[in-house]
């Protein structure tokens, strides 16, 4: 029987939740930086485009990479995020394609004004797929999945 080596990855978390951050800011952001305010957030899917494809070597070689954090313990449910082969392959295109639509974005709809809100939305998206595609379980990846339809909605 072959045994799965999990390797803790420290910064998994922070990179899954600086999406949600975000896309709190977005707004306030919008308002400082106007214009550009789609080349700055693009900084953050770029960013964690680059922090998975450090992984790349390790996930290429077999190892997998995950963070498990007890969540509602007395219902056995874990905030639990798996990188594996798979899972890498898509948030490396959910990341390499949210920098393209915010640099696109910030040129194709300047001067809406709703466009802060458009980037919050858009940022929630994102993180909310990172969810569905890197979760170890089906509570998880369901919670991500509706985040992804609200903010779709949205």
């Known amino acids: 029987m072959h045994e799965t080596i999990i390797t803790n990855s420290g910064l998994l ?19 400082w930086f106007k214009q550009y305010t789609g080349m700055v957030l693009a900084l953050l899917p770029l960013g964690l485009f680059i922090y998975f494809g450090t992984l790349l070597p390790g996930v290429a070689a077999g190892e997998l990479f995950g963070v498990e954090v007890n969540w509602v313990p007395s219902l056995d449910v874990n905030l639990s ?12 295109i959910v990341c390499g394609m ?11 709809l300047k001067g809406h004004r709703e466009i802060g809100r458009f980037y919050t939305f858009l940022l929630m ?5 990172l969810v569905v595609v890197l979760s170890n379980n089906i509570f998880l990846m369901f919670i991500g999945w509706e985040l992804t339809s609200i903010s779709s909605f949205f």
Do not use: H
């Open 125 to 129: 998206f994102m993180a909310s797929m």
């Open 81 to 92: 995020f798996v990188v594996d082969g798979w899972g890498l392959f898509m948030a490396l």
């Open 13 to 31: 978390l922070p990179a899954l939740a600086s999406g949600y951050l975000l896309s709190g800011l977005a707004r306030w952001i919008n308002k």
């Open 98 to 108: 949210g920098t393209l639509v915010f640099v696109y974005a910030g040129s194709y």
